[in-house]
């Protein structure tokens, strides 16, 4: 395996949580495309301490897991 396939990102949690983009977007109250552009951007994602709290609880990961994912796009 190569590293990245081995890195962890944003992506891969909320598929190994099973959730859609769509299911994500309607817990955080944004949009598929926002959900698309944190998995996808360069840009690191801009959420208020309430979306953290709650990515973390759908998502079931530690807060080190979501900073590693959103470090880790493309």
Do not use: F, H
């Amino acid at each position: 395996m190569t590293e990245e396939s081995n890195q962890v990102t944003l992506m891969k949690l909320r598929n190994r949580a099973g959730l859609t983009r769509r299911k994500v977007a309607n817990e955080l109250g944004v949009t598929e495309k926002t959900i698309y552009m944190w998995e996808t951007s360069s840009n690191p994602p801009r959420m208020t301490v309430v979306q953290v709290q709650r990515l973390l609880e759908i998502l079931d990961c530690s807060i080190e897991k979501l900073a590693e994912a959103t470090e880790n796009r493309l």
